[in-house]
């Protein structure tokens, strides 16, 4: 086989779909290739928040309000039914320790221009009344929101799909091709050589692997996290919670929570999301322990112990399911989306560690801006790959 498009994408995660779906929206013809399924990869073992409230104050939280802005665009656009739900969410504010930063936490957000509550006492039972007693606070940001994060790779990939764009699941790349003046050309898959004057590498934690054969260095490392899933059941709160220290663990300063010292260890922080058919999703554990996606069964239990620290009435409801996923992270916490300068029409898409979910909307339409030539809409010199050279 060989084929030309004006742009090949390679992974068809959140991240390469998002991008196919704004490319062929411009009409540019673009190829979206996958080894696997599409969303067989991080974004089919992960949770489906649209959060803005666990987002550095600043840029990190102005990109996710634009991408909330545009999903909602997307769930009225995509005919595919993303069970999306706009609920808000919360942070619950454990003990007085937690109290001081966590209000710093509120007062930077809502000065940033998030739509935050600070709730306290008698506020908080009233909000979530099956919380643990002894809980002292909640941060609540209105716009953040929850899908089911395969529902909308599915549904970016057939809109793309009815726009004119090529999916090719179960096709590996195996090489990116330049040609003598070191621009790229093509790829070289399991199915032969496609051609394209552009390539956008979105493989998510597999990306660095890639892109070293082309001698460009991309610092994203696994950073795996652990699901449970819950049978049907009454829901112990109507929305996405999750604990302040959660925060902690995904940014540093964990060391401050009064946790186990096992818990601390694999990053454990409790995440509840109720999920549209009535199950709910407890997370989460945070570790670097390479490439392997196998489910450890005591960070599980270690993880279940921490959900019963702050919901005990769900002491009796079954886990049904279980499934551990790669983040793909970066030292500052923030993708890298961004042409390579050193190899031209190359550009990667990748490294949301845990929120690419939600980035995924305003990754998919900042590289189709950045491909098509308009201005971008936000700046992008925090997301350029050679920040990491400064
Ligand atoms: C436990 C957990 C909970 C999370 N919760 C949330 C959340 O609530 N909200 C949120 O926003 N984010 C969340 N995330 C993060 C989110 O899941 C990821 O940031 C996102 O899925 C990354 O998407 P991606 O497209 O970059 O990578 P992937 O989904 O991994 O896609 C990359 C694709 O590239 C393919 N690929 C690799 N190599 C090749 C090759 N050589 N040729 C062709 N294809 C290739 C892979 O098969 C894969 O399908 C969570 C993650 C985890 C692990």
Not at 26 to 31: F, H, P, Y
Not at 164 to 177: H, K, Q, Y
Not at 269 to 279: D, K, Q
Request: glycine share 10%; net charge negative; with cysteine.
């Amino acid at each position: 086989m060989t084929s030309a498009v004006d742009v090949i994408v390679i992974g068809g995660g959140i991240i390469g779909s998002a991008i196919t779906y704004y490319l062929s929206q411009e009409r540019v013809k673009v190829s979206l290739v996958e080894r696997g399924d599409v969303a067989s990869g991080t974004s089919s073992a992960c949770d489906g928040n649209i959060l803005a409230i666990d987002k550095m104050p600043g840029y990190d939280s102005q990109l996710t309000l634009k991408s909330q802005k545009l999903l909602d665009e997307l769930v009225e656009s995509v005919d595919y039914d993303l069970e999306y739900a706009q609920r808000g969410s919360v942070l619950v504010v454990e003990d007085e320790k937690q109290e001081p930063v966590a209000r710093d936490w509120f007062t930077r957000q809502k000065e940033a221009g998030l739509p935050m509550r600070y709730l306290a006492g008698r506020e908080v039972f009233e909000d979530e009344p099956l919380l643990a007693r002894d809980v002292i606070g909640l941060v609540e940001c209105a716009s953040d929101a929850s899908l089911n994060p395969m529902a909308l790779v599915y549904g970016l990939v057939e809109a793309s799909r009815s726009t004119g764009a090529m999916i090719r699941p179960f096709t590996e790349v195996t090489r990116i091709l330049q040609d003598s003046t070191g621009a790229v050309c093509g790829v070289e898959t399991t199915r032969g050589v496609m051609n394209a004057n552009q390539v956008v590498l979105a493989a998510g934690v597999w990306t660095p692997a890639l892109a070293v054969a082309v001698g460009v260095t991309v610092p994203i490392k696994p950073r795996k996290g652990h699901i449970l899933v819950a049978e049907q059941s009454p829901r112990p709160a109507r929305r996405k919670v999750q604990e302040f220290g959660y925060l902690l663990t995904k940014f540093g300063g964990a060391e401050g929570r009064r946790v186990e010292a096992e818990m601390d260890r694999h990053g454990i922080a409790m995440v509840f999301e109720p999920t549209e058919h009535g199950n709910f999703l407890i997370g989460s554990s945070r570790e670097f322990v390479g490439f392997d996606r196998r489910c450890n069964h005591h960070v599980l239990e270690l993880m279940a112990r921490r959900a019963l620290r702050f919901f005990p009435t769900i002491r009796d409801i079954h886990i049904i399911r279980s499934y551990a996923g790669l983040r793909p992270h970066t030292p500052d916490h923030l993708p890298i989306v961004s042409p390579v300068p050193a190899v031209p029409g190359l550009y990667i898409a990748a490294g949301h560690e845990g929120d690419g979910i939600g980035l995924a909307p305003i990754t998919g339409k900042l590289v189709s801006e950045m491909i098509v030539g308009e201005p971008t809409s936000i700046a992008t010199e925090p997301l350029k790959l050679d920040r990491f050279d400064k």
